[in-house]
């Protein structure tokens, strides 16, 4: 089974988000059951400059907005991804600073419409027909509106293969005007409520809901979610017409990248086997001290709660700002918080690290390292989005021992097991789950949260429970190929 994965990010060459995440670790887990994966990004100049053996496979004329593009493919046989990469060098697009959606001072490129038509295009080309690259996939699995197109667009080659779309997140739609659809030169007929036009724009997402052979979305309960109009970003109604070739599938992780026992970012390692109580206190200890404390045994006692991620509504950093100073005030409660994102959720984050200086320590950026010291050395991980295709910030919390405080929806909900009385009893609690996204009912779920800790036989079973679940890909990655299987026989 030959399998091309298309998407706009991959770790660790390029990431923003989760999708990254999972552009590196699925491919291998499919690698693992047999398939041959290749991966396909846009070739920024972020990436070309980690790439150290490079060479062309072809030229493609590509069509962009009222220009043509000479693209250069190219394959590499650098194994960051420990899969074949192969980019779309189209360097009047993807030569640029910044990440891949935002010029560095944060707006959207102005023609991100372009840019993504042109890698869609380059990909559909390479994916139709095996004359360059001398491979053609049986499916080509597209992620989130960047490759939108490709299964519209694949479908205008002589030997298609089966198309896979994934949302990893609904409410980024890719949507464009109707005048850059034209200036994309797309077929006229797709400008159709039927197909591509949404509410008099048109979004490279419907398109690959419309176009795609079969649609996966990141969790079993996003997938419901984003059929109701609460969830759906004006695409449920489309999606329940489409709901026929529909499924959730969870997202895994990467348990070499995310292993405590092994994590090289860690000053600490611990298992669940070896001293994970007191190696996360030890890292506790060294995270504290990173911020410019000095720890003492109290302030070791003291919980310490974890925030990271892009700092949007989404997450639900606001219900976290305002549950906060009360409880700053009323407990003895350490916050660490890791994100960038919109100002003013940053600026009321450095007020709030003001306010109650040595309790509430906040790092503006991205930082990997951080991150991963952020899950080991906290006692509890704060995850209130309001919602969540699947989330992958609680499953590293999991695996390190860290129970999270989550909002149930998406792939929170499908994850994390709430710590009631019988499901700990039962020896199934992993976490706290509140089911409003309101600052009183998150109070609520780290209230339960922090009575829970002074209870330290209850706390330490708790904590056992998380870090034994096993969230790997391998489950999920045999979801794929039973899909890969299922749509490429209905090609042939
Ligand atoms: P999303 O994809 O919606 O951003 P996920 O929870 O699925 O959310 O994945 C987020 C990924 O990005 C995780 O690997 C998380 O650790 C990482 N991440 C988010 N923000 C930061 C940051 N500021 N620094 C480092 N890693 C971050």
Redesign the pocket.
């Known amino acids: 089974m030959k399998i091309l994965f298309a998407a706009s990010e991959a770790?660790p060459l390029v990431?923003?988000?989760?999708?990254?995440?999972v552009i590196y670790s699925l491919p291998r887990a499919l690698q693992k059951e047999g398939a041959e994966v290749r991966v396909i990004l846009p070739a920024y100049r972020l990436v070309l400059e980690q790439m150290s053996q490079l060479h062309i496979a072809g030229w493609l004329q590509v069509q962009g907005a009222g220009r043509m593009h000479d693209v250069r493919i190219l394959e590499t046989s650098d194994r960051h991804l420990g899969v074949p990469l192969l980019l779309v060098d189209a360097p009047a697009l993807f030569d640029r600073p910044g990440n891949p959606y935002l010029h560095p001072d944060g707006y959207n490129w102005h023609d991100n419409a372009e840019r993504f038509t042109v890698f869609s295009r380059a990909v559909a080309r390479l994916s139709g027909n095996a004359d360059l690259l001398e491979w053609k996939p049986d499916v080509v699995h597209c992620h989130d509106w960047q490759t939108g197109l490709v299964p519209a667009l694949v479908s205008l080659e002589a030997e298609p293969p089966a198309s896979i779309y994934t949302i990893?997140?609904l409410s980024y739609a890719g949507v464009f005007s109707h005048e850059e659809f034209e200036r994309l030169d797309l077929p006229r007929e797709w400008w159709s409520t039927h197909l591509m036009e949404f509410f008099g724009n048109f979004s490279m997402l419907k398109a690959g809901i419309i176009f795609a052979d079969h649609i996966t979305t990141v969790s079993p309960t996003y997938a419901e979610e984003i059929q109701t109009p609460g969830f759906g970003y004006g695409f449920d109604g489309v999606l329940r017409a489409m709901k026929h070739k529909l499924t959730g599938i969870l997202?895994g992780i990467d348990q070499e990248v995310w292993n405590p026992a092994t994590d090289s970012y860690l000053p600490y390692h611990y298992s669940l086997k070896h001293h994970y109580m007191a190696g996360k206190r030890k890292n506790k200890e060294a995270l504290l001290r990173q911020s410019g404390l000095e720890p003492s045994e109290q302030d070791l006692d003291t919980p310490l709660a974890g925030f990271?991620?892009?700092l949007v509504e989404?997450?639900g950093i606001d219900l976290l700002l305002d549950a906060l100073p009360a409880l700053m005030d009323k407990h003895d409660l350490r916050l660490v918080v890791?994100?960038?994102g919109e100002h003013h959720f940053e600026n009321a984050l450095r007020e709030l690290a003001a306010l109650y200086p040595e309790r509430v320590l906040v790092?503006l950026?991205?930082?990997?390292e951080?991150?991963h010291r952020i899950?080991a050395a906290s006692d509890l991980f704060v995850?209130p989005s309001r919602f969540?295709?699947?989330?992958?910030?609680?499953l590293?919390s999991l695996r390190y021992g860290t129970p999270p405080v989550v909002h149930a929806v998406g792939g929170l909900a499908d994850t994390v097991v709430d710590a009631t009385p019988e499901n700990i009893e039962a020896g199934r609690a992993t976490g706290f789950v509140f089911d409003h996204p309101s600052p009183e009912a998150l109070t609520g779920a780290l209230e339960r949260a922090l009575e829970l800790y002074r209870q330290p036989n209850t706390w330490r079973r708790l904590v056992r429970t998380a870090m034994s679940q096993d969230f790997g890909w391998t489950h999920s990655a045999r979801q794929y190929m039973e899909l890969y299987e299922r749509v490429s026989a209905v090609r042939a």
Request: aromatic letters at 8%.
């Open positions: 770790y990431k923003t988000g989760g999708l990254g995440d990893h997140n997202n990271i991620g892009r989404q997450k890791l994100g960038s790092t950026g991205y930082s990997e951080l991150a899950e995850m969540e295709p699947c989330g992958l910030n609680q590293y």
